[in-house]
């Protein structure tokens, strides 16, 4: 009887000074800042060349390529779409490319041909260094839903993975660089904020369509509007805060 007393006396007592070094240490040490560069859809379709042609989107791979070394981990997004997918004019009677229809009840562009899996198109720019890149995210892979995010499809039905992957790894900073501007890139930024990231868009490190002329200009102010930090370069050091 007085050993188990005595002994839970003892481990009270070590519970206490436990829990006040915990506190201590929580208060002095906040989550380390850990910075991933997210690389959205460099792939063949979209430079000079490709089905659906960002001007000037070559000039983004050998800045991605400089930059990648400062980060702590780096992630690709690949639009990846099967050839019947709903967001293809020529799947749509007397439909052009650029018009607009309703989706599985979402307003959908409708775009020429692009990114179908396993063709060339779809493939990453070959002058893209993926050495580094920890996991790629297909997303556009479902005919009746497109998805410009990295992180959902446009119903913000279904995710990638690419939250969970980041979260797992204690991402607190996402920087984005890739393409499109005015698409892609700007969805995965916004729902970046929405899902907790401190979040930064690599703006040389991005073209965009502008199928209408600032359209551009458009996105980056939403973005910043929204909460996105805009970063004209990264120079030694990813980290700015
Ligand atoms: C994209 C249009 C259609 C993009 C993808 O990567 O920005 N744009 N599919
Ligand atoms: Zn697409």
């Not at 188990?4 to 800042?33: C, H, L, M, W």
């Not at 800045?63 to 981990?73: C, E, G, P, S, Y």
């Not at 499109?180 to 930024?189: E, L, Q």
């Not at 899902?195 to 073209?207: D, M, P, Q, Y």
Request: glycine content about 8%.
């Amino acid at each position: 009887m007085m050993n188990t007393r005595g002994s839970g006396e003892r481990f009270q007592k070590t519970y206490k000074v436990i829990n006040i070094y915990n506190a201590k240490k929580v208060s002095d040490n906040p989550a380390p800042q850990l910075n991933a560069l997210i690389l959205v859809d460099i792939q063949n379709d979209f430079v000079p060349g490709g089905a659906l042609p960002v001007s000037e989107g070559g000039q983004i791979v050998p800045i991605v390529n400089r930059i990648q070394a400062q980060f702590d981990l780096v992630v690709a997004t690949q639009d990846w779409h099967p050839a019947n997918h709903g967001s293809f004019a020529a799947n749509h009677p007397r439909k052009k490319p650029g018009d607009v229809i309703e989706l599985n009840g979402l307003r959908q562009m409708l775009w020429p041909v692009h990114c179908v899996q396993n063709t060339a198109g779809a493939a990453f720019v070959p002058a893209l260094n993926m050495k580094q890149v920890a996991e790629v995210f297909q997303k556009g892979t479902d005919a009746r839903i497109d998805s410009y995010s990295g992180f959902f499809d446009n119903g913000h039905r279904k995710a990638t993975g690419l939250d969970d992957f980041l979260k797992a790894r204690k991402v607190t900073d996402v920087f984005i660089a890739g393409l499109a501007t005015d698409y892609c890139v700007k969805f995965t930024a916004l729902d970046a904020v929405e899902l907790g990231f401190k979040t930064h868009l690599v703006e040389e490190a991005c073209r965009g369509v502008n199928l209408k002329s600032g359209d551009v200009a458009e996105a980056v102010e939403e973005m910043q509007g929204a909460g996105v930090r805009i970063v004209k370069s990264v120079g030694r050091k990813a980290s700015n805060r």
